[in-house]
């Protein structure tokens, strides 16, 4: 089963609004396995010679046997991990990612939180991404 992250307003790194899962409170507890996905709209990656990236802050408190993870994938083709996030950073984290490999292709980028401990875990807050950008020099 596939759930949207939320777009709102909640403690964002930056401005004043964020995505993530749960604005409100914690994610719910579930005995079967839901990921949540948010997708970029498709854009097209400027060429190698511009350095393209894609940056990102990212906030996860997850709870144990959870993770969180930033993907891209070419439109139309299978995603590709780009990081992992497990347990508690506890704080606004900083993430750039190279697109030399993606230039001049369209891309997406996701962002999927994979929930799937029992039902009997411990709540926590979950996953969220804010001040998302796309640069070249």
Known sequence: RQRQMCIRDRESHGGTSLAGTVLDDTYPATSSRIGAWLISPEFRVPGSGSS?????????????????TI???????????????????GRWVQKRFSLVDWSDRDVQVGFHLNNFAGA??????????????????
């Open 52 to 68: 393209p990236a894609v940056n990102v802050w990212v906030w996860a408190h997850l709870r144990d046997g959870h993770s969180a």
């Open 71 to 89: 993907q891209i994938r070419e439109v139309g083709r299978n995603w590709t991990e780009l990081d992992r996030f497990t347990g508690d950073n």
């Open 120 to 137: 009997n875990a411990v709540p926590r807050p979950g996953f969220y991404v804010d001040d998302f950008s796309v640069t070249s020099n």
